[in-house]
Every structure is written in structure tokens, then in C-alpha cells.
């Protein structure tokens, strides 16, 4: 008999509110754990500040987001390798198992040079699972531009680890249910959301893109999944608390109801 997998809020899910207030907003709402994406939020570079937050609110960390984003070239520091050092430091002060992170840039060349091996020595060092996320080309006048090295389809590579993000596999034009599947039980992780296909990165709310959340879903909840689903969603455009509010109340539901749909 399966268990049905915990649903995590990531923090970055209510920028540009702070990790703070996603710590409030997952413990209201009913959320089981917090994901914490490392970025331009001071709050979120602060492993005491982590801590506290996870604390009071009675909200444990499922997942370390390092801090791998175009606008968080800078945070703690420029060495790629460092970064990841420290968001393990975080994940073990916290009790995360997971560090969520994406492949290098093709510009970071002796990074990617190492990335495969010096993941999997990674995980042996520190007990942890590093998550590393599906990306995609980024198009542009119709062209397609391979930004990642060694690539951005993780299923490519020999990873003990991986996340799929539905809102990074719609602008990729690839199928979510078929990566999970050349993944089987490497698939540690998921970051739920939507997309529709266009060459932005929408993270919308699952069940309003292209990518077939729900169907999605109910293959993690028949095929065994135990690792996290966390929901990874852009509120930036909500008008006021209230609808974002009523984005991730929407969001979470939509993830019970189909991910019970495999537990008897």
C-alpha cells in the first residue's frame, strides 16, 4: 500500500512576498512541508533564519533550492561548486533530504566539464539526494538555443537524482509522463505547475497550462512515487493577498485530488 507524497509550497511561490511569508501561508493553508528557493530574499540566504521560520510555524523543509538562477549568479559567491557546499550545509541544519539544482550554463565550462561525477560525489559526501531539475532550449525568433551543458533533459544523463518541472518541460515541448518514465525510480522530486507551451517560463497553476497536471499526477500515484511534490507557481501577478491566497488554496487541492487517486 503507497502513501501518498507530501505536497511542499516553495517559497518562491509567493514572491515577491518573503520566505517568512511563505512559511505562514503553507502553515495556514494546510501545506506539509516548505521547499526553500536560496535567492535574492536575504531571509532565504540565512540558514538560522530557515531554521527559525521552520520552527515556528511547525514546517518542515523538504527541499534546498540552490541558488543556480541567472539572477542569483552572485548569491554566495560566484563558485558554483561552493553554492552547492552551502545549500547542503542548509538542507543538513534543517533536516532537508533534497538539494534542488539545475545544470550548468554551456558558459560555465569546467563546472559542466565535472558536473555528472562531481554530483554523484556530492551525494556520497553528504548523504543527500541533488535533485537536478529538467530545463529546456531557449527559443526565440522561432530559433532554439542549447543553453545547458551537458544538456538540459536530465533523463540524458546518469543521475542517481532528479526533479521534473512541468512549467520547464512545456517550453521544452516535451511530455512529462514519457521523462518520468525513462527516469523510474531516479525521479526524486517534482515541481508542480503548469505551462502552455510558449517560450516563458509561466509556472502557472497546475490544471490552467497545456502540460496535463492531473493525468501527470495520477502516474506518480500509480507508479509508487515517494519522493516530494512541491508546487512552484508564479503569484507575481495576483492583485492583491487575497488572490494569492486562493492561487495556492487552488494549487494544493488540485494536487491531493489527483495524487490520492492511486492510494486505496
Known sequence: MSSVPRIGLSTVSVYPESSAHAFAYASSLGYDTVEVMV????????????????????????????????????????????KLERSAEMAHAVG?????????????????????????????????????????????????????????????????????????????????????????????????TDGSGSAKDEHLVPGRGTMGADTFLRHLATTGFSGEVVLEINTRKCVDRAERERDLVESLEFAREHLAVGTP
Not at 46 to 51: D, E, F, G, P, W
Not at 123 to 134: D, H, I, Q, R
Not at 169 to 186: N, P
Open 39 to 82: 535567492g535574492i530574499d536575504a531571509l532565504s540566504q540565512q540558514t538560522s533564519a530557515i531554521k527559525q521560520l521552520s520552527d515556528h510555524h511547525a514546517m518542515p523543509v523538504s527541499a534546498v533550492h540552490a541558488p543556480c538562477l541567472l539572477f542569483t549568479q552572485r548569491v554566495w559567491g560566484t563558485e558554483p561548486w561552493g
Open 96 to 192: 532537508a533530504e533534497v538539494v534542488v539544482v539545475h545544470p550548468p550554463f554551456r558558459w560555465q565550462k569546467s563546472y559542466a566539464r565535472e558536473f555528472v561525477n562531481g554530483i554523484a560525489a556530492l551525494e556520497a559526501s553528504t548523504g543527500l539526494a541533488f535533485a537536478v531539475e529538467n530545463m529546456y532550449p531557449w527559443r526565440a525568433s522561432g530559433r532554439k538555443a542549447e543553453m545547458y551543458l551537458p544538456g538540459w533533459d536530465p533523463s540524458a544523463e546518469d543521475y542517481a537524482n532528479t526533479t521534473i518541472d512541468l512549467s520547464h518541460a512545456a517550453i521544452a515541448h516535451s511530455g512529462v509522463v514519457e521523462m518520468a518514465t525513462r527516469l523510474g525510480d531516479r525521479l526524486r522530486h517534482i515541481h508542480l
